[in-house]
């Protein structure tokens, strides 16, 4: 996997595209540009996870999406102990390639699911690329809170579970996303 390569201008893009939708005026047209651009973020989340290759298309897609919360959060969710060694292993690959100013949702999500796996001190050492790329990411910041309170992964596990379906049911329009 280590000559995995992206296009930088592609995830710049995507970036772009992101904040092109942020600063539209709120309406109808923006609510379906946001759920167009997490659609295709959390599919290609899927596609990444249910490939044995990875397409540098999706890889670009996966990185510039990952700017959006509710991707990054999907990616949080997707999470399970029968893809978790898959995951640790995509999102560490994506995180040692990601353009500066993508490394920290990447960083981050690889930092969950070592932490997940037992191995704090990877995870917190994924946690300070995270915020070598991005000083104050939330998340990062969130998770660094909970490691340092010694919450048991089992409980940021249950967390996790939790807020998936609300995560799902956001992007896709699922229905009511407060159930």
Known sequence: MNTLTINKNKVKELHQNYDEIVNREEGIAR????QAFQVKG??????????????????????????DLQVRDYAVGITDESNRDKLINIWSELAKIAPKGAIAPVATLCAIANY?????????EWLSSAQSDESDYPLAKLVGRVIEAGWGSEQFSVMRQQLHPKVVAHIYGLGNEDN
């Open 42 to 67: 959390a599919n290609a989340i899927n596609d990444l996870i249910a490939s044995d290759e990875m397409d540098p298309n999706i890889i670009n897609l996966v990185l510039g999406s990952l700017i």
């Open 116 to 124: 997940e796996s037992g191995n704090v001190k990877t995870a917190l």
């Open 31 to 34: 609510d379906i540009a946001f």
